[in-house]
């Protein structure tokens, strides 16, 4: 009886200990977005009440007055083209650092890796970039989104290639295909579970980017939707409604995302990432 009721303690702690969990997690989401349908100053309060006046207004304010349409395509081309071409780069370097375990290549895999734990300089970076002519271009912004996710990608993509048999490699090279052939024929529609989870993970990152747009550009025309909250701050006067409003519509396309390729997202990461 007493080990019975042991475990149900033990049982009961659990799910209170998720409950708190979850709601420190939830509790946020609720107050950005219940705040976003209230007025200028009832949402200065930051309440988790629910308003005394639904504003549904506050989404097409901010929609006209933030330049959401020009921040959403902005956002979707530096997202989308630097994580195509960032993934297929990796899987491409990750398939050949894999095979060919020469000593240059381990020593160009573990250099590509050191990427995981050193933060971006980004003074060095607008110095190249000045003397590039890449300030204030999508180019530029595209560039250093791509070069970021490298390192996580080769790692991830890496340990997924390890676990393709070398054997599938060998009959298609005595089949007559050739290196490009092998990859793309053969060995990337293997790696669909690890593209997708590296394509979810990266995207995410970059569409929730606010430092890199910051940093290198200063023309609101290229500001990505994470920057159009600065039309609703002042030095005075901060509209909070209309912030809360600009986080919930900036979110919607990442959850989007995340909803369409969570089968893939959970099968990538219970293989790739855990094998060695």
Known sequence: MMKIRKKHI???????????????????????????????????????LFPTEWMFQNYLEVIDKGKLLQGFLNSFTYSTVSTLIGV???AMAAFVLCRRKTRANNTIYYFVLFGLFFPA??????????FLHLTDTRIGVILTFTGAM?????????NFVATVPVEMDEAAIIDGAGPLELFFHVILPL?????????????MGTWNDFLVPLYLTSKSKMFPMTMSVYQFFGRNTNYWNYI????????????????????YFIQGISTGAVKQ
């Open 244 to 263: 809360f409003a600009d986080i919930v519509l900036t979110t919607i396309p990442v959850v989007a995302i995340y909803l369409l390729g969570q089968k």
């Open 121 to 130: 300089n980004f003074v060095t970076l607008v110095k190249v970039f000045q």
């Open 150 to 158: 490298i390192p996580f990608c080769i790692f991830i993509i890496r």
């Open 88 to 90: 297929l780069l990796s």
């Open 191 to 203: 790696l669909q579970p690890i593209i997708a989870t590296c394509f979810i993970l990266q995207f």
């Open 10 to 48: 033990y049982n009961l702690l659990k799910q209170i200990i998720s409950i708190l969990c979850s709601l420190a997690v939830l509790l946020p989401f609720y107050m950005v977005f219940i705040n976003s349908f209230k007025g200028r100053y009832e949402a200065a309060r930051m309440s988790l």
